[in-house]
């Protein structure tokens, strides 16, 4: 009998960690021997808007909603033609465009990417608020305390949302200063286990 990919979507708001936790389970997987691909929907994206002359991520958030669209459909359709033990898909919720939050994982993303699993990766705010003016590799909005709270209240409702659309489970996933080998492995363990 062949074994079905296992398609896991890890999401998380800026600041959270999930990109260094998402590279740290794809090593550890990879070192149980457990073959993984890793899709950055980010840079998926990007990769197919420099076709338009758009040079960063940061510059696509400030795109318009159908021209997101566009690129997301593109993003998705080439990750649901990748084939692993295990894809794990980076990506966020929602982003934050000029004409209000725009989902990241509208339906018919779900449906092209048909996820067995869903991951919401969550900080303490005061964390992700530090993290966010310390990190200088990217440019980020930056927000008050309150509004880092609210984005993560939505966090929740929206990964619900996402699972009863896509029928896969979630889970919520902590990553605390100075927990994210705890992070990992939880992850790791929910992949392996089911």
Same mark, same amino acid.
């Given at each position: 009998m062949e074994e079905k990919t296992k398609r896991i979507i890890v999401v998380g708001i800026p600041g959270v960690g999930k990109t260094t936790v998402v590279s740290s389970v794809k090593n550890t997987l990879e070192q149980t021997g457990i073959t993984t691909c890793l899709a950055e929907f980010g840079k998926i994206m990007l990769e197919e808007a420099e076709k338009l002359n758009i040079k960063s991520r940061d510059e696509i958030r400030r795109l318009s909603i159908d021209e997101q669209k566009k690129l997301q459909n593109l993003a998705a359709k080439r990750i649901s033609q990748m084939y692993s033990n295990v894809v794990i898909i980076d990506t966020h919720l929602f982003i934050n465009t %000029?004409?209000?939050?725009y989902p990241g994982l509208p339906a018919d993303l779900l449906n092209h990417m048909k996820?067995?699993? #869903?991951? #919401?990766?969550i900080a303490n705010p005061e964390e992700i608020y530090h993290r966010r003016q310390n990190d200088s590799s990217r440019i980020r909005d930056m927000i008050s305390m309150e509004s880092i709270k609210n984005e993560i209240d939505l966090s929740k409702i929206l990964i619900s949302c996402c699972s009863i659309i896509s029928g896969a489970p979630f889970k919520i996933l902590a990553n605390h200063e100075g927990? /994210? %080998?705890d992070c990992t492995q939880k /992850?790791?363990?929910l992949i392996l286990d089911t």
């Open positions: %000029k004409e209000g939050y996820p067995t699993h #869903l991951i #919401l990766i927990s /994210m %080998k /992850m790791v363990s």
